[in-house]
Nanobody
Framework: QVQLLESGGGSVQAGGSLRLSCVAS??????????IGWFRQAPGKEREQVAT????????TYADSVKGRFTISRHTTDPIVYLQMDNLRSEDSAVYYC????????????WGQGTQVTVSS
């Protein structure tokens, strides 16, 4: 069973940077974690898709709110996906989750526990 573990959250001032990591384990085939997405949810708000990476990392997507500031990438050999967050803003404060979607699946159905990011202005 696929398990995802996020780390790297914390508190930072506006304009600062953080790098989140998502480590996958328990999978038997890489196809089970073909797609990895980072999502976030702030109190009182709906969950938002922040960035996704497909396959070997050649295909990525970003929410408009983070384009040019966040970068998603995959480790070249290990099952780790990173989210580099630069020029953070107070509105980026949220719990960040990573999720996995298999190559033949249509929805992200494996989720981590989340890591808190707090940006103070």
């Amino acid at each position: 069973q696929v398990q995802l573990l996020e780390s790297g959250g914390g508190s930072v001032q506006a304009g600062g940077s953080l790098r989140l990591s998502c480590v996958a384990s328990g999978f038997t085939r890489r196809a089970e974690i073909h797609n990895i997405g980072w999502f976030r949810q702030a109190p009182g708000k709906e969950r938002e898709q922040v960035a996704t990476v497909e396959g070997f990392g050649r295909t990525t997507t970003y929410a408009d709110s983070v384009k040019g500031r966040f970068t998603i990438s995959r480790h070249t050999t290990d099952p780790i996906v990173y989210l580099q967050m630069d020029n953070l803003r107070s509105e980026d404060s949220a719990v960040y989750y990573c999720a996995a979607r298999g190559v033949f699946e249509h929805q992200y159905n494996r989720w981590g526990q989340g890591t808190q990011v707090t940006v103070s202005s």
